[in-house]
C-alpha cells in the first residue's frame, strides 16, 4: 500500500511468513542472516534508542569500485524485540540518495496463526522522491533491484525453505 499525500508519502510492505517472530527478528537484525538475502549487506545494530544502525558491504560488493564500504546508515529510535523496531535510513549508494537525508523506517512483526507471522514494514518517504524510486524497486527493468520487494521476498524465501532466493539484481539475475 502506498500513501502519497501533498505533504506525505508513506509506503507499506506487508509479507505472511511461515516462521516464528523470533526468527524474522534474528533475520532482519543480524548480519548472518542479512547476508543471505535481499542485497546481502552485513547489518549492524546497536539495538538502543539512539543506537547506530549501519549496512555494510561485503567484500564481493567492495569488487565494484563504485561501491562505498558504509552502503545505508540509521538511528534506532523504537526497540521490542521479536515485535518492532523503528529506525532512520539513509542510503549512501549514490550523492543524490545521500542528499535527500534520513527517512524513517519501522518493522513490526506479528504472529497470525499456525506458525505464521505478519511482518510489515512502513518506510516514510516523504521528500526522498529518488530514494523512493529505488526503493519501491522502479529500477528493476533497468539493471537496479527489486526493492522492498525484492527483500522481503528473499528474507520469506530464505526462513521458509533454508535456501536464499537468487538475486534479481546480481549477475545470476541477469
Known amino acids: 500500500m502506498n500513501i502519497a499525500t501533498e505533504n506525505k508519502t508513506i509506503d ?3 509479507s505472511f511468513i511461515k ?3 523470533e526468527a524474522i527478528w534474528e533475520a532482519l537484525i543480524l548480519p548472518e542472516w542479512s547476508v ?3 542485497y546481502a549487506p552485513i547489518n549492524e545494530y546497536d539495538l538502543r534508542p539512539g543506537g547506530t544502525y549501519r549496512a555494510l558491504a561485503t567484500e564481493e560488493m567492495k569488487q565494484n569500485p563504485t561501491c ?7 538511528e534506532v529510535l523504537e526497540v521490542e524485540p521479536n515485535v518492532r523496531l523503528v529506525q ?3 542510503m549512501l549508494m549514490m550523492p543524490d540518495l545521500e542528499a535527500e537525508g534520513f527517512t524513517r523506517l519501522a518493522y513490526e512483526i ?6 505464521v507471522t505478519k511482518l510489515t514494514i512502513t518506510h516514510d518517504l516523504t521528500d526522498a522522491p529518488s530514494l ?3 526503493v519501491s524497486g522502479d529500477y528493476l527493468e533497468h539493471g537496479g533491484g527489486g526493492g522492498w520487494n525484492e527483500i522481503i521476498s528473499g528474507l520469506k524465501t530464505l526462513l521458509e525453505t533454508g535456501n536464499p532466493l ?9
Open 12 to 14: 507499506t510492505y506487508v
Open 19 to 21: 516462521a516464528t517472530p
Open 36 to 38: 543471505q538475502y535481499g
Open 68 to 74: 562505498p564500504d558504509v552502503l545505508c546508515d540509521g
Open 88 to 90: 532512520t535510513w539513509r
Open 110 to 115: 506479528q504472529p497470525v496463526r499456525g506458525g
Open 132 to 134: 523512493r524510486a529505488v
Open 166 to 174: 537468487p538475486s534479481l539484481s546480481g549477475p545470476e539475475g541477469e
